[in-house]
């Protein structure tokens, strides 16, 4: 019984030996780099005017380190952009954080929050939920969703399940699509003019639309919108 309690005490050690062996040089924690971002970090420019990035800094623990930035912003040209700061730790760990950069033409009947209702094939409604609409141009202007939010809101699956756009106005503030960015399932917005002609009315401040989408013509969405 002595033999076999000491043969399993050698093999004890022999383990705990080599665990600790296969355990050096191993770091078990490692503080990742925090940003304090100067300004906004949702910012808004006119279009045609001198940006400049308001800046970022990066800590590892207290220690400040060095920020790499990457930016696509274009200041001469209405869109969507980001500036991504990004940092590496002491440990060879990076991590990082984007600023989204809205160039936009100023133009307050369309610039800010709209309130959007939506029904679908006249049956089922759903809002209102809350969109931010931002003039491109004198007369366009970009939509995150042309459903209304109806499954990034109503659904709750989240803002890559908008239909993004950005839409045009004539003269007669009749409605029509420049481009179409894709949802999460790779379809994109269209417009239904036959169900419905799709307006903007400055004066009531509502635009006025049905919807669909480019894969599927069983769902009508007619959308409501008005400027909050």
């Not at 042309?146 to 003269?171: E, N, R």
């Not at 029509?176 to 419905?196: E, F, H, N, R, Y």
Request: aromatic fraction near 14%; charge should be negative; hydrophobic fraction near 35%.
């Amino acid at each position: 019984m002595k033999k076999i309690y000491y043969a399993f005490v050698v093999m004890s050690i022999l383990i705990l030996t080599s665990c600790e062996k296969d355990s050096e040089g191993v770091s078990q924690i490692t503080t990742y780099c925090s940003f304090e971002m100067s300004g906004d970090q949702v910012t808004y420019h006119i279009v045609g005017t001198p940006f400049t990035d308001p800046g970022c800094k990066a800590y590892e623990g207290e220690n400040e380190v060095d920020v790499t930035t990457k930016s696509n912003v274009d200041a001469n040209k209405s869109g969507v952009y980001s500036i991504a700061y990004s940092a590496v730790n002491s440990d060879g760990y990076s991590a990082s954080v984007v600023r989204e950069v809205i160039v936009y033409y100023p133009n307050d009947d369309i610039m800010g929050n709209w309130t959007a209702n939506i029904v679908r094939n006249g049956v089922l409604a759903r809002g209102p939920f809350t969109l931010e609409l931002i003039p491109f141009s004198a007369n366009t202007f970009y939509t995150p969703d042309l459903l209304g939010g109806w499954y990034w809101y109503g659904s709750g699956y989240g803002v890559t399940y908008g239909f993004p756009a950005t839409v045009q106005f004539d003269s007669n503030n009749v409605l029509s699509i420049v481009s179409a960015g894709k949802s999460a399932w790779g379809s994109v917005g269209q417009l239904v003019p036959d169900a419905l002609t799709p307006t903007l009315d400055t004066t009531t401040k509502t635009i006025h639309y049905v919807a669909k989408m480019s894969d599927s013509d069983d769902y009508l969405f007619d959308v409501t919108l008005t400027k909050q």
